[in-house]
């Protein structure tokens, strides 16, 4: 069981709104930053949100990151068959020394 | 970008050492770091730790005592290594650019799949 916590899997239909939330504790996301990303098996991870909030070049305005206390959340809106994947946040625990990953939600777009 | 791409056998027997490369080519190695990311069959991803140019590391806690990291600065190649491993060592391995203080990653390469059986 993942130190962070996210939900198994989310679903939404094409066009609507989708959040996966990310939980962890004050040694973690409450006094680090969190990053996200999207991995369709057999191709690389992709960044899609690192420090919190920010993006990278070329990832579209739909994906977004926010955190408050303990938790994280990506959003993303106007949902497309594409970006049916697997996402995974990640952080930096203090106590404990290493990278957490998120044990991964899985995003099926209905 | 830069493209980051590991290689290694795909198939080691419990007990030996897991030996990968991962290649960084169309760029300087700089000043980034690089990290080692696993992920076995089924589950979610792993830290396994990260090497900066100079050769400083810094790896999981909980494999520490099987891992090491190293880079070859001329080839722009980083290199990981894990002892005595056992069949929950298998799985999809990623090299990825790390950027440090805030630790995200980016890019990642493929992934390499590394079976442990005999």
């Known amino acids: 069981q993942s130190v962070l916590t996210q939900p198994p899997s989310v679903s939404a239909a094409p066009g609507q709104r989708v959040t996966i939330s990310c939980s962890g504790s004050s040694s973690n996301i409450g006094t680090n930053y969190v990053s996200w990303y999207q991995h369709l098996p057999g191709t690389a991870p992709k960044l899609l949100v690192y420090e919190n909030r920010e993006r990278p070049s070329g990832i579209p305005d739909r994906f977004s990151g926010s955190k408050s206390g303990t938790s994280a959340t990506l959003g993303i809106t106007g949902l497309q068959t594409g970006d049916e994947a697997d996402y995974y946040c990640a952080t930096w625990d203090s106590s404990l020394r290493l990278v957490l990953f998120g044990g991964g939600t899985k995003l099926t777009v209905l | 970008q830069v493209p980051l791409q590991e290689s290694g056998p795909r198939l080691v027997k419990p007990s030996e050492t897991l030996s990968l490369s991962c290649s960084v080519s169309?760029?300087?190695?700089?000043?980034?770091?690089n990290s080692w990311i696993r992920q076995p069959a089924g589950r979610g991803l792993e830290w396994i730790g990260r090497?900066?140019?100079?050769?400083?590391?810094m790896y999981n806690p909980n494999l520490k005592s099987r891992v090491t990291m190293s880079v070859d600065t001329s080839k722009k190649d980083f290199f990981l290594k894990i002892r005595s491993v056992t069949a929950a060592d298998s799985g999809v391995y990623f090299c990825?650019?790390?950027?440090?203080?805030?630790?995200?990653?980016?890019?990642w390469g493929q992934g390499t799949l590394v079976t442990v059986s005999s």
């Open positions: 169309g760029d300087s190695i700089g000043i980034y770091y």
């Open positions: 990825a650019r790390t950027h440090p203080p805030t630790e995200w990653f980016d890019p």
């Open positions: 090497i900066y140019v100079d050769g400083s590391t």
